[in-house]
């Protein structure tokens, strides 16, 4: 498998590549010590199910320590925190005069306390200066990239990516994602609740910028997150 077809989890990258088998990628966040596994294509998503039966089922009884302990997926909490911290971060760079521009989770990266940090902006726009980049074809605006509007499309994307595990039309040709995008057709959403709405809105453009974009996600995550 080529490097760049390797999709690692949010916030990581080859540096942090521990392994990786027929079934999944194996990474290490070194913030908590811990190992997170990723599968490494659709057809590995029942093995890494049973494996993580398997795996909650030994914890459960106590675990040993022979084994690795499962501690989990990755929260939807955590989830959220990532949305209103990469949505803050973008409404500052707009304020600035920048258009990100390249904006999908490969430009996500997390500190040692898991926030999430926004980066890369060698291809980005600064007051209206053209674009030296493309975004991927799952994240790129079917209109003007360089405009508030590409970064709230791409936005909607990485928000998908980060609840689904996976980008908007994975395993379609670039072409084809384009040719849906530009028909108003867009991934499914309707099972992702009051989060598949806001991403929904981000691709149909019903946001002007990212403070009535903010706006709606504390909204909504005040009713969507648990104890609240």
């Known amino acids: 498998m080529e490097t760049d077809e390797i999709k690692y989890p949010v916030g990581s990258s080859l540096k942090d590549l521990v392994s990786y088998g027929i079934s ?9 010590q811990t190992v997170i596994k990723t599968p490494l294509s659709d057809d590995c998503e029942d093995a890494l199910a049973r494996e ?3 795996y909650a089922r030994l914890t459960e009884r106590g675990g040993h320590p ?3 302990r499962y501690h989990g997926t990755i929260t ?5 925190r990532w949305t209103m911290q990469i949505a803050e971060a973008l409404a500052f760079v707009h304020s600035a005069g920048v258009v990100h521009g390249d904006l999908t989770c490969h430009n996500v990266f997390l500190d040692g306390e898991l926030n999430a940090k926004l980066a890369d902006f060698a ?6 200066s053209g674009l030296l980049v493309c975004v991927a074809a799952s994240h790129e605006y079917p209109g003007p990239t360089m405009s508030t509007q590409g970064d709230t499309f791409a936005f909607g ?4 990516e980060i609840v689904t595990g996976d980008s908007p039309f994975k395993g379609l040709p670039d072409g084809e994602i384009e040719n849906r995008y530009k028909k108003g057709q867009f991934a499914d959403t309707s099972s992702l609740g009051k989060m598949g709405v806001i991403i929904r809105n981000c691709w149909l453009g019903k946001y002007n910028g990212f403070d009535p974009l903010l706006r709606d996600l504390k909204g909504n995550l005040m009713l969507i997150t648990p104890g609240r």
């Not at 990628?25 to 908590?32: E, F, P, R, T």
């Not at 939807?76 to 959220?80: A, G, I």
């Not at 994307?157 to 998908?160: E, G, P």
């Open 24 to 32: 999944g990628l194996v990474v290490l966040d070194k913030a908590s």
């Open 66 to 68: 022979g084994i690795l």
């Open 157 to 160: 994307s990485v928000l998908y």
């Open 76 to 80: 939807t909490k955590l989830h959220q």
């Open 52 to 54: 993580r039966d398997i």
């Open 123 to 128: 291809g980005s726009s600064l007051d209206g």
